[in-house]
C-alpha cells in the first residue's frame, strides 16, 4: 500500500492501516437456545407512578452488545443460520471477547424439553397481541412469566416448541404452555374430503381457503395426502368449526 501526504497524515494513516491488519476475524459457535437470550435487551423499569405502575422502562444492552462493550471489539454478532457469533477486533480484544462467551455460555448452559402441538395452533402461538411495547405472543409470555427460561420458539422441521432456560424453569414453562395448548383442544377440528376436492376447497394459489379463513374467523391448514383440513378457533366458538364444515360438506355434494 503506498500513502502519499504529509508527514502526520501518512504516520496517522499507517498506524491505522496497522491497526486494521492486526485485527483478528473468528466465529465461535453457540447452542442455538441461546440466540434469543444472547440478542434480546432486557427492558428494566425505570420509574413508577405513586400506585406503583410502571411509567418508564429502560433497555439495557443484549448479552453480546455488553461482550462488544467490555471487549472493546468492533464486532461481536450472532448468525441463526451459522449458529455462530461473529468476532472481529484487535487480537487481544477478540481472544479476551471470547473468554467473555465462554463463561457467558457456561453460565447460561440451557437445559431442554419439547412440546408437541397442532400445527394449526402455529399462528396462535406466535401471534403477538397488545400496544405498544406491551405486544406478547403466547410462547413470549413463557419466557416473561417464568424467569430462567431463555427461549421458547417453534421447531419449524419437528412442529414442536423447544423451551430451554434452568431446569425448574424449563419444567414449569412447559407445564404452563402444555396448559394453553389442552385449553383450545376442543375448539381444534379435523375435517375429512373425497380427495377429488382437493382443488376445489384450496382454491387458485390456495383464494378459497383464505376466503374461508377469512369469513369463519378460524384458522384452517389442508393435509392433501390426508384428504383433510385442521381448524381452529380461537375465539372458543364451536359455530366457527361448524361453519367451515359445512362450505366442506356442499363443496363435497356441489
Known sequence: ITIRGGKDAVASARQMIED????DEVKVPYDIHLHSFLTTRPLV??????????????ELPCPLEQVKIESKCDRVSASRQDQKIMVIGKRENVNLARALLEELFRSNRPHVTKVAFNDVLRVFLTKRVGSGSERYSPLDRIKLEHTGVVACDINRSTSMVEIAGTAEAVKNGAAALEEVIAEFQPFIRTIKFPAKITGTIIGSGGS?????????????????DKSEVVVLSMDKDEAQLDAVEKVIEEAENY
Do not use: P
Open 20 to 23: 486494521i491488519a492486526r485485527r
Open 45 to 58: 423499569v425505570k420509574d413508577r407512578d405513586e400506585d406503583g405502575n410502571k411509567v418508564q422502562d429502560e
Open 208 to 224: 378459497n381457503i383464505a376466503e374461508l379463513t377469512k369469513t369463519t374467523k378460524t384458522e384452517i391448514r389442508v393435509d392433501k
